[in-house]
């Protein structure tokens, strides 16, 4: 079974300091989707970024960059010079790469960027 | 611009009355969307797929008959829950699945919707 953890339920950080917010997966399959979503207090999931799991390379964009290990199963997210804007709820999720296979979702990391 | 429009954000209702949800995908067509419930401080827990022209597929201790599914069109699948009682309340958001060449593969969500059941 699939199974995405993010053990970090809260972060607090002052503004302009970085941030990385963790995420481990299980899955049995060779190939999937690992993914992040960003959910600000009006409750819209917002799409960030999805990785094949054969594509290891990192990404960076903007302020934003992703570290995906698949020797330790995890696909962790960094915030350079956070901002308040920043503040939501960031969910890792993964699914299988064949069609039409729906999301599991980690329990989200609540983020919190104090000015 | 927003690809998926959910309709409404937000709903107050009597308890036994019925409520529908609209979800519409605004940028391509979608064969397959998506259903999730999401309870206060926790993850989307899934409830249902939804396929253009077919039946809903449920998660396992879904009520099928109190949570409607219909996906009518390449655009538009909608969510009925029905003789909604104070223990529905909760988000419910909706996403569409991208298909075809490029970024396939990827959800899409909707705003949600709030329900409250008085």
């Known amino acids: 079974a699939q199974k995405v953890t993010q053990a970090q339920t809260e972060i607090s950080v002052v503004e302009k300091e970085d941030v990385t917010l963790d995420c481990v997966y299980e899955t049995r399959d060779t190939t999937y989707y690992l993914f992040w979503y960003k959910q600000p207090p009006s409750g819209e999931l917002v799409f960030l970024i999805r990785?094949?799991?054969?594509?290891?390379q990192n990404e960076i964009s903007g302020r934003y960059s992703w570290n995906f290990q698949k020797s330790t199963s995890s696909f962790n997210f960094t915030i350079t010079a956070s901002q308040v804007v920043d503040s939501a709820v960031y969910f890792c999720?993964?699914?299988?790469?064949?069609?039409?296979?729906?999301?599991?979702f980690g329990k989200g990391t609540r983020l919190s960027v104090i000015a | 611009g927003a690809v998926v429009s959910q309709h409404p954000s937000w709903v107050i209702c009597k308890s036994g009355t019925s409520v529908k949800i609209e979800c519409r995908s605004l940028?391509?067509?979608?064969?397959?969307m998506f259903w999730y419930r999401q309870f206060p401080k926790q993850s989307l827990m899934l409830m249902a797929t939804?396929?253009?022209?077919?039946?809903?597929?449920?998660e396992q201790g879904v009520e099928k008959d109190k949570f409607l599914i219909n996906h009518a069109s390449l655009t538009l699948s909608t969510l009925t829950v029905t003789s909604a009682h104070p223990e529905d309340s909760s988000f419910y958001i909706c996403?569409?699945?991208?298909?075809?060449?490029?970024?396939?593969?990827?959800?899409?969500f909707g705003a949600g919707t709030r329900l409250s059941v008085l």
């Open positions: 940028d391509f067509q979608a064969t397959t």
């Open positions: 939804s396929n253009e022209g077919s039946k809903a597929t449920y």
């Open positions: 999720a993964l699914s299988e790469a064949t069609r039409n296979t729906p999301l599991v």
């Open positions: 990785r094949n799991s054969f594509d290891e």
């Open positions: 996403s569409v699945l991208t298909s075809g060449n490029g970024a396939k593969n990827i959800q899409y």
